[in-house]
């Protein structure tokens, strides 16, 4: 799936950033980004990249349903993983 | 939200004939269902589900070649997690791995990357699946592999691209969509550019739409709107992430790094210039061309109808097989396996919760 994860910058070094998603935090790269953002920004992460800027009220909004959705595709992975002996793991996409 | 249900039942009484919209991106399939929005649509608006699960449409022979891959000496194949239980024309790679080919999951192709730089000694290919939301992190990656001077990362692109799947769809003639629910977070990369040929060529409403209850409803109500008055654009409902232009610096790595091929499509067959190769320049990357897997893909032929439920020319009910021989527990095709599949989605909510379908 093609879903983005809206995430907050905390440190950033050059082309790498520290995002905090859900309390996670994960390292992302931020050679795709159209424009310049820094700590405290919030951008869109899809595969490890920041894809784009997202204004913080959007930011805790989308977060709030994609929570859901990435809850209920998990969920079903987990029923999933219980007959099928095998980890899945959620792709690290959010939404298409 | 109201105000929203009660201007779509004006709009349709004045359309006043059936109308099909079809939702390209399987997240949008998910959140239909997941926020009940066929509950709140007035009579007479169908909902298809379309091309847009990734893990769906990639085909039985790129599947097998990446399970050929994963079986090479001293290679690792990477890949995201929800194509481990994909079949092949035979196996899946969860099997491929039980036999003991190394496949590894990573959640980003930088893992991948960060994986191969500490195996020296092993090739480390991605397994690089997925549309324009994903493509452009891949690109990043190999461009990241080359300056870090990571030679043993390869990747195996089967990357697709969403608006060649519409055009092949409308020019078949096989499916009647009035309009399209465009994929949000495809078109945060790509901009509504590449989607003007479905409202000046085909005459579509096309409206480029978000993943909450409000968004979809909105994204719907915009979409008959335009019909109500006979107009046909490309719009933007999920404005605070998508920009006309799209993500330019996101496009030009993309296009530095990949160029367009022709593209199987599982279940649909070739559709022209519809996926993405490693361009020339980086052909020291590209797995098809470094390892030449050798393949040998059969023709499986089941009652399987993904091919026909990924065009929007059936749902997943009109399907013999559905909830039957083919449940999400043991999928026969790639709609059941993923969990954006539509059969996996209309299984779980027609199974569980005797929704509205």
């Given at each position: 799936m093609c879903l983005a994860i809206p995430s907050r910058i905390v440190e950033r070094e050059d082309l790498r950033a520290v995002v905090d998603v859900y309390g996670a935090r994960r390292e992302i790269n931020l050679?795709?980004?159209p424009e310049e953002v820094g700590v405290g920004d919030y951008v869109l992460v899809h595969a490890g990249f920041a894809i784009q800027k997202v204004e913080r009220d959007a930011a805790r909004d989308a977060l709030k349903v994609i929570s859901s959705i990435i809850e209920e595709v998990s969920r079903e992975d987990r029923n999933a993983a219980e007959t099928q002996p095998v980890a899945r793991s959620p792709r690290g996409r959010d939404a298409c | 939200m109201k105000e929203t249900v009660a201007r779509m039942r004006e709009l349709m009484e004045k359309i006043d004939r059936p109308v099909r919209l079809m939702e390209v991106c399987g997240t949008h399939t998910v959140a239909i269902f997941r926020h009940g929005i066929r509950d709140l649509l007035p009579e007479g608006v169908l909902l298809l589900s379309g091309p847009g699960c990734p893990v769906c449409v990639t085909a039985v022979r790129d599947v097998d070649t990446a399970i050929a891959i994963a079986k090479s000496e001293g290679v690792v194949l990477t890949t995201f997690?929800?194509?481990?239980?994909v079949p092949g024309s035979g196996k899946s790679l969860f099997n491929a791995k039980a036999e003991g080919g190394d496949v590894r999951i990573v959640y980003s192709p930088l893992d991948a990357l960060t994986f191969a730089e500490r195996e020296k000694g092993k090739k480390v290919v991605f397994f690089a699946t997925g549309f324009e939301t994903t493509s452009p992190s891949v690109a990043g990656t190999i461009m990241e592999a080359e300056r870090r001077g990571v030679e043993n990362f390869f990747i195996y692109s089967v990357h697709k691209t969403v608006p060649p799947a519409l055009k092949a769809l409308l020019e078949s003639g096989e499916v009647r969509v009035d309009g399209f629910i465009l994929p949000g977070h495809v078109s945060t990369v790509i901009g509504t550019a590449p989607y003007g040929f479905l409202a000046s060529q085909h005459g579509k409403p096309s409206v480029v739409t978000g993943f909450d209850a409000q968004d979809i409803l909105s994204g719907i109500r915009m979409i008959l709107e335009q019909l109500a008055a006979g107009a046909a654009r490309i719009e933007i409902q999920y404005t605070r992430v998508v920009?006309?232009?799209?993500?330019p610096k996101a496009i030009a790595v993309l296009g530095e790094c990949f160029e367009p091929e022709d593209a199987e499509w599982r279940g649909i067959g070739t559709i022209p210039l519809s996926g993405l190769k490693v361009r020339e320049a980086f052909g020291h990357r590209d797995a098809a061309a470094v390892l030449r897997p050798e393949v040998r893909t059969e023709n499986v032929r089941t009652a399987c109808a993904c091919g026909d439920v990924l065009k929007g020319v059936k749902i997943p009910t009109d399907c013999g097989l559905f909830g039957k021989a083919c449940t999400p527990d043991r999928p026969v095709g790639p709609c059941m396996v993923s969990s954006e599949g539509s059969c996996a989605a209309y299984y779980k909510y027609k199974a569980i919760e005797g929704m509205k379908l």
């Amino acid at each position: 799936m093609c879903l983005a994860i809206p995430s907050r910058i905390v440190e950033r070094e050059d082309l790498r950033a520290v995002v905090d998603v859900y309390g996670a935090r994960r390292e992302i790269n931020l050679m795709l980004m159209p424009e310049e953002v820094g700590v405290g920004d919030y951008v869109l992460v899809h595969a490890g990249f920041a894809i784009q800027k997202v204004e913080r009220d959007a930011a805790r909004d989308a977060l709030k349903v994609i929570s859901s959705i990435i809850e209920e595709v998990s969920r079903e992975d987990r029923n999933a993983a219980e007959t099928q002996p095998v980890a899945r793991s959620p792709r690290g996409r959010d939404a298409c | 939200m109201k105000e929203t249900v009660a201007r779509m039942r004006e709009l349709m009484e004045k359309i006043d004939r059936p109308v099909r919209l079809m939702e390209v991106c399987g997240t949008h399939t998910v959140a239909i269902f997941r926020h009940g929005i066929r509950d709140l649509l007035p009579e007479g608006v169908l909902l298809l589900s379309g091309p847009g699960c990734p893990v769906c449409v990639t085909a039985v022979r790129d599947v097998d070649t990446a399970i050929a891959i994963a079986k090479s000496e001293g290679v690792v194949l990477t890949t995201f997690g929800d194509m481990m239980r994909v079949p092949g024309s035979g196996k899946s790679l969860f099997n491929a791995k039980a036999e003991g080919g190394d496949v590894r999951i990573v959640y980003s192709p930088l893992d991948a990357l960060t994986f191969a730089e500490r195996e020296k000694g092993k090739k480390v290919v991605f397994f690089a699946t997925g549309f324009e939301t994903t493509s452009p992190s891949v690109a990043g990656t190999i461009m990241e592999a080359e300056r870090r001077g990571v030679e043993n990362f390869f990747i195996y692109s089967v990357h697709k691209t969403v608006p060649p799947a519409l055009k092949a769809l409308l020019e078949s003639g096989e499916v009647r969509v009035d309009g399209f629910i465009l994929p949000g977070h495809v078109s945060t990369v790509i901009g509504t550019a590449p989607y003007g040929f479905l409202a000046s060529q085909h005459g579509k409403p096309s409206v480029v739409t978000g993943f909450d209850a409000q968004d979809i409803l909105s994204g719907i109500r915009m979409i008959l709107e335009q019909l109500a008055a006979g107009a046909a654009r490309i719009e933007i409902q999920y404005t605070r992430v998508v920009k006309p232009e799209g993500n330019p610096k996101a496009i030009a790595v993309l296009g530095e790094c990949f160029e367009p091929e022709d593209a199987e499509w599982r279940g649909i067959g070739t559709i022209p210039l519809s996926g993405l190769k490693v361009r020339e320049a980086f052909g020291h990357r590209d797995a098809a061309a470094v390892l030449r897997p050798e393949v040998r893909t059969e023709n499986v032929r089941t009652a399987c109808a993904c091919g026909d439920v990924l065009k929007g020319v059936k749902i997943p009910t009109d399907c013999g097989l559905f909830g039957k021989a083919c449940t999400p527990d043991r999928p026969v095709g790639p709609c059941m396996v993923s969990s954006e599949g539509s059969c996996a989605a209309y299984y779980k909510y027609k199974a569980i919760e005797g929704m509205k379908l």
